[in-house]
């Protein structure tokens, strides 16, 4: 089993930045990609950016340009860094981690909320 613990969402104003981070626990070594998902309001949860542990990434043609994912397998960490935020950034964000098996799974979700 693997735990995920989110941290370092909050309220922002349109054009600020947040930087959220994820720390992992458990069963570590069996963790290939990590990243974030999130879920707006009334909206489905979508895949915001993803990084494999040989470092490539993806990312949602929403953020790109915006928000930067990156890892630490040293400190088992993943970060979002998110600039430039949007009124249409505010979500639920969560945590996301996948094994070599193919198993997901998920923080408890932090809150991003974008407003002036």
């Known amino acids: 089993q693997v735990q995920l613990v989110e941290s370092g969402g909050g309220l922002v104003q349109p054009g600020g930045s947040l930087r959220l981070s994820c720390a992992a626990s458990?069963?570590?070594?069996?963790?290939?990609?990590m990243g974030w998902y999130r879920q707006g309001p009334g909206k489905e949860r979508e895949s915001v950016a993803v990084?494999?542990?040989?470092?490539?990434?993806n990312y949602a043609d929403s953020v790109k340009g915006r928000f930067s994912v990156s890892r630490d397998d040293a400190k088992n960490t993943v970060t979002l860094q998110m600039n430039s935020l949007k009124p249409e950034d505010t979500a639920v964000y969560y945590c996301?981690?996948?094994?070599?098996?193919?198993?997901?799974?998920w923080g408890q979700g932090t809150q991003v909320a974008v407003s002036s």
């Open positions: 996301y981690a996948k094994s070599t098996s193919g198993k997901a799974y």
């Open positions: 458990g069963s570590i070594f069996s963790i290939n990609a």
């Open positions: 990084i494999t542990r040989g470092g490539l990434t």
